[in-house]
């Protein structure tokens, strides 16, 4: 056995494997950089009001964390379909609608993106989270905030410290872009309703 595995490794060629280590690697990054410019190109735009964070991550370097006041902890009455029986980790569409102040607000949770023709609904899908019962009257409870891969937003150093201030004063808006299969990516970050940082393609 140990013959065998010793000629495996002679007959390995270490650029041939550094070779395709480098391509594989390329090619996810490649994919990445399409799907996030795909989005940011062809996703739906909807604003979104940011929360206070509490406590501020000390270790975060240069970047601000973001929680958003309307999707990240939300009412579970909003529900639509069959909860789990089981407690069980799933993702959760969350159908988004604007309203006349020009921010965007959840107007129902489910388990399968929604069909129908609602023109005015975006569609936006969580990370998984924890679903489960809470006691003998099976009321419906997230244990974890929802979160959608846009809680954080780089910045040039130094200016992370500012932005959290205005953020927990609820004067920052994140505009953000989603796309057909519900992933989201910032677009804009704005404080006062205006643009402090707009998210270049590459």
Do not use: H
């Amino acid at each position: 056995m140990m013959v065998l595995g010793q000629a495996l490794r002679r007959t390995i060629n270490p650029v041939a494997a550094a070779v395709v280590s480098a391509v594989l690697l390329i090619g996810t990054l490649s994919y990445m950089i399409a799907e996030r410019v795909a989005i940011l190109q062809n996703g739906t735009e909807i604003v979104l009001k940011t929360a206070p964070v509490d406590p501020r991550d000390l270790m975060r370097g240069d970047y601000v964390q973001l929680r958003y006041e309307d999707i990240s902890l939300v009412d579970t009455s909003l529900f639509v379909g069959d909860w789990p029986e089981q407690d069980t980790f799933a993702p959760l569409w969350l159908t988004l609608e604007t309203t006349e102040d020009g921010l965007a607000t959840v107007k129902s949770l489910s388990l399968e993106k929604p069909k129908g023709g609602n023109s005015k609904a975006v569609y936006l899908k969580s990370k998984p989270v924890k679903l489960y019962q809470s006691g003998t009257k099976r009321v419906r409870t997230l244990r974890d905030a929802l979160k959608f891969g846009i809680e954080r937003y780089y910045v040039p150093e130094g200016e992370g410290l500012d932005i959290e201030a205005a953020r927990n004063q609820g004067r920052t808006t994140v505009a953000i872009r989603v796309s057909a299969d519900g992933k989201a990516q910032i677009t804009r970050l704005m404080i006062d309703g205006k643009t402090l940082y707009q998210e270049p393609l590459y």
